[in-house]
């Protein structure tokens, strides 16, 4: 992990399939699906609200105020991706614009994932490419030392791995390990049905001290009523 | 004040007609009228522009990371209540999310003010069931641990009793003592009556220097106009 | 610098004709053709998204919870201006409504930037007068301490005097000193021009490591390819 | 709660014997003693470490940059008490320094809670006059606003009624309400004798999975052991 | 990674001399040595000046507010780990005291570093235990809910795996996987004794200018000197 | 101000007599007698309790992440000089060393004041170098990118120009105009004069409101007791 100056070419990315089936699914449910882990921090939000991308990670590391290897990013994108940038210090410097989102959504990337700022916000909204950030800032940055293309990173504190499924919504960004993609999409699948009742009966007025039968449970706690 | 474990099921809920008139001004405006006191820290902010929500507060003690007393709060609203929940230490963990909001709209609630985190975030904003939060965050929570309801409780810096006043706009969340509404109210609707003419001269081009006669005050607290 | 009871009535605004051809570009062309230098710091946002605004700024210094120069300001505000407002220590205050905004926007201001809160938001957005500001709150400001205006301050972290450019959008706020604004005008023109080929190259697919002939240099600072 | 402009002279403080009491014990203590509640946040800190206080609290409501009511404050201050001060929106001003400690001093005051910033460090540490503060600036305030003294303010997150007992030492600040002293120093007691004997099967190597028989809890809740 | 309710018993510990070499070295030093990566996030602050330790990491996933694994981990200590503690969402709790620091130092423990909160500092500071935290907090912590021991976690943005080689002094904390260690042991080495003749010049005052040679390379890049 | 890549080797530093003098003084005192203005924020802390210095300013502009400035701004001490180093954009990293404190101390200077991160702490307090930073970190730097010396600078919010005077000590970090050194210090004994008698008299009991006579504005001002 965190080796500087390496280029991993051939990355072995989840499912495209089920990659497509957690597509259906928000961060949350797939949060819950996946066992509640990998999430990364709330701080990472979308550029625009109603963004919802799911596509295999191309990870970078980046240095702070550089954005080298954004560029060298760019040719390992497949349609389907989505690009995860993670920075080796805080940084909230706009590495990335509507030049490089010209270039990554020509290559096929769905959308980015990075740990620090990006620019060009009118830019990017009106092309539609979702970008989920720390910052937003103005102030661009230099090209001048390496770091490394699909290695694994740890971004906005979650680990992410070259390949791994990226769901982002509005309520944040998770990472499903690609090996675990099916039977999280499986999962995600059977909690979203399960809901679909619940919701029914939530609207009718039922409690969820009687659906989900927590009266005697909050009475043996030592809960007490007063009037 | 915080006795965990304890639900209050008959409180003094503020006067509705006062609390409907209220509902006409904004945050900044009752801050005013209540002497600039009772607002919640400027962190707190909707989760989509534009709701404005007043209401009677049955309140929430909450634990980090579990949401358990929300299902017991739910039994206890009645229509025209505003949720307001605090949490023992800071989480920004999505205790609240459409199920639970399902619920509280379906027993009357008129929004929910929460320290903390929420989530599925889409949904709230199509269901326009008002939030204001702390963060927006994926992640779920537990339910074992005791709360209370409708006890006293401080949340985001202010002090909030069950039955006691919520405004909250775009400009942030105010609380109004139950005792005191209708007087806020008179004292709202006299300073936005006020403001109409003001702004009517402001736009015509009248200064503040004139329109509330700060020169003197000023040149006597030694202002310099320099060429 | 920060000599409190002071207005200068005489400034030496920026060129007109300059400020209007720098209202053509975005912060972060701006602050590119400047040097890479002279931008606020992040956390300052636009109230509203979509705001783009250049004007010569009219400078005040204001204590915290306290927005008594903000009336003196207004006096001094001519057509094209944007008011920059500091605060001697850090404060999220509402120091900023409707009723100041009615009265800059009738004495011809583009806009605010205020290192400080502001509130009204609602009517701000209403009467599309575009604020940048550090924090939102209800809270509203006393008119008790002598502050300056038309002094040099610094705001979020940059370098403002009376007279120069401002040119804000979704990106952040850039400042332009005033004997600047000409060459930093034809800087950001020359810069634009230039990207309208660069962005035609990447929507084709052209990767930036061949657009900008980076990969000797990056072979050369040992980038390795791994399969 | 936060009336302006008001100074309660008569407030029933703590039992002193309690408070005495409960100066034998840690914030922590007391804090899991109380119940788990009553904590101020913690980013209130010691301006130097090792600092242990407990007294009866005279409460101050002051606004940003405004210093005034700590002087109207001084002169309620009885031996045994300590101060605690709220500020009505969040300010980092240096509000309290070594002339002020001084007096608090003399009128037999035993430190300062303060959720803003102090200045002076090095007198007050040489004095020995302990302050817990949410920051320490350099910048000094006016004396423009009334505020209120000992009426129930929010400090730090905590609700403070004047006379209720502060602990604080290097863990943080704790609020024991007047009524509960005495049954709290108990609680205390009784949770420090029961430590002593924990302390010395933890020293010998006995594990906190045996001392309290965690093993089957642990194994029902699915802990899995792997080779 | 990540798995919940795991405990692994038996993991691969880096080599102990190439440990007891490395705690000749600062954190800033093995930083450079291991490549400038593996570096903590520096909020992570010890509780006591002067500390500094070296050891193999036992891991520990955590929930927020529930120290339960802790004493699962302490189980799997042997002489000369530290243990590193993760936690699944942001919280400040003190989720480590004087009882738990006498279970850990009795099993062999050199430290304790951990993304979250610990109290009785006075304690933990006389029994000389030395522990790196992200807060103090004198808020207890419940045990409810599963974790892991010895998975994989991301501490304060860094990758931990059981038995890597935990650095930690002033300046931060840093993570040698295992199998560098005694490698980046030799790097430090050698970077440091190029300190000492380096450090000797500085002291007679010979520039970095020089010594480094950098003149040239500043020239070159267009640095101007002005009288 | 900011032009990037430009070194003033000749500065206009303040008069020597007039830095020595403001040493005397705290830079609570300094600050009040420059009329309180002049502070850098109060996130600038010193690395170590107890220091206290005051030099003329070197200033440097740094980059993100690239200490190559400092090793230019070193040939630019002089003896009793301090260094005030500012960065273009918010960053944590050590960007300060033993090795550079050693040159720096080796030419003269009294101290660093820098708006970034420092490392080597244990060694720089060993060194009596006294240094004031917003961050501690163990991550170095790179020598890369231009920045300037001895051009005006904003550190921590103060705009600092090139031989002002630099006070600092555990309240914080006051810059002086060289032009305004000898009067403020003249200002400073003043009111340090006046501060004496003061004391004496706070430490008799004598209240604030009597020795500054406040309680006929009080009472004016609406200030009411109650019993």
Redesign the interface.
């Known amino acids: 992990?965190?080796?500087?100056?390496?280029?991993?070419?051939?990355i072995q990315r989840a499912d495209r399939g089920a990659v497509d089936r957690l597509a259906n699914f928000?961060?949350?449910t797939v949060?819950?699906a996946l066992?509640?882990?990998?999430?990364m921090?709330?701080y990472m939000?979308p550029i625009c609200?109603?963004a919802?991308v799911a596509g295999t990670a191309v990870t970078v590391l980046l240095?702070?105020?550089?954005n080298?290897m954004?560029?060298?990013a760019?040719?390992q994108i497949r349609a389907g991706d989505v690009v995860v940038a993670a920075v080796?210090?805080?940084?909230?410097?706009?590495f990335f614009?509507?030049?490089?989102a010209?270039?990554f959504?020509?290559?096929g990337a769905r959308g980015l994932i990075i740990d620090a700022?990006v620019?060009?916000?009118?830019d990017l909204?009106a092309m539609g490419f979702p970008v989920w950030s720390k910052?937003?800032?103005?102030?661009?940055t230099?090209?001048?030392?390496?770091g490394s293309v699909n290695i694994?990173v740890?971004c906005a504190?979650?680990?992410v791995n070259a390949g791994d499924v990226i769901v982002a919504?509005?309520?944040?960004v998770?990472v499903v390990?690609a090996a675990l993609a099916q039977q999280t999409a499986d999962a995600a699948a059977a909690r979203e049905a399960n809901?679909v009742a619940?919701?029914a009966k939530?609207?009718?007025?039922?409690?969820?001290?009687d659906l989900?039968d927590?009266r005697g449970t909050?009475a043996q706690?030592?809960?007490?009523?007063?009037?």
């Not at 992990?1 to 051939?10: A, D, F, S, T």
């Not at 080796?88 to 706009?94: F, H, K, L, V, Y």
């Not at 620019?119 to 009118?122: A, L, N, Q, V």
């Open positions: 992990m965190y080796q500087l100056g390496i280029v991993k070419r051939n928000g961060a949350a949060h819950e066992g509640r882990v990998g999430l921090k709330p939000r609200t109603g919802h240095h702070p105020g550089d080298w954004l560029h060298v760019a040719e080796t210090a805080d940084c909230t410097d706009g614009g509507d030049l490089l010209t270039s959504q020509a290559r700022g620019r060009d916000i009118k909204v910052a937003i800032s103005a102030k661009g230099i090209k001048a030392t390496l694994t740890v504190g979650a680990v919504d509005d309520d944040g998770v390990p809901e619940k919701r939530f609207a009718a007025g039922v409690l969820g001290l989900y927590m909050l706690a030592g809960l007490k009523y007063i009037d």
